[in-house]
């Protein structure tokens, strides 16, 4: 324990610039999820895979260990451009002690924000521009993170739920003819959902469903 006190109080150019950087990749990892789920492309990923699924009928199948796996490998081949950028501009100049962590935070920032940007709806966030009463930005780096993240979470919830509600369509028309077929044969107390089951199961692999869901993700980027 004393060790680790000396440590950190010592005066020694070397052991200071070891302990920011611990301080700063414990900061990273604590706050990893947050920003794997509202500053990337993971939200709308996940939505639309558990729309896929709802709309499927399957219940937990494929697990959630499955769909949270799968999003984030998608979610790390849509944003590697963008972590390929943060770690040549602002990681690698900070580790060689090029730069301070101001200027680190402010070029991380920078391609997160491009990202965010581009897919967030103008109507999003001007509810938090005209909510704080801020000054309008002249370009989209002058715009905080704590105004650009929710209004880009908005923006991906909602067009998460575009996809979804897309994808839910051929499979309530199947409900619906299995029910009326049902209904018409006197079977009203055979679930609709039973008899359902085996076609949008057969359909979804006649199509190639998971192939053509990950295609208009990859492409909606």
Not at 24 to 52: D, E, G, K, Q
Not at 62 to 80: D, W
């Amino acid at each position: 324990m004393q060790d680790f006190i000396s440590f950190f109080g010592d005066s020694d150019p070397t052991n200071v610039s070891t302990s920011v950087k611990l301080l700063l990749l414990l900061t990273v990892l604590s706050l990893a999820p947050s920003i794997l789920i509202l500053m990337t492309s993971f939200t709308r990923i996940i939505i639309v895979l558990s729309f896929t699924r709802t709309a499927l009928a399957t219940n937990t199948m494929p697990p959630n260990q499955v769909l949270i796996g799968l999003a984030l490998f998608l979610t790390f081949f849509v944003m590697a451009p963008t972590f390929q950028q943060v770690n040549d501009q602002a990681l690698q100049p900070l580790f060689n002690e090029e730069i301070g962590i101001d200027e680190a935070y402010d070029r991380a920032s920078a391609p997160f924000k491009e990202f965010m940007a581009k897919h967030t709806r103008q109507e999003d966030l001007e509810l938090f521009l005209n909510y704080s009463q801020a000054e309008r930005p002249e370009s989209i780096q002058d715009i905080p993170l704590t105004m650009l993240v929710p209004a880009f979470a908005l923006s991906e919830i909602k067009t998460a739920f575009q996809i979804g509600f897309m994808i839910f369509i051929p499979f309530l028309v199947i409900d619906m003819v299995v029910a009326s077929v049902l209904m018409s044969m006197g079977m009203m107390m055979l679930p609709p959902v039973m008899i359902s089951l085996p076609f949008k199961i057969l359909l979804f692999v006649l199509v190639d469903g998971w192939y053509l869901v990950v295609k208009s993700l990859l492409q909606s980027f």
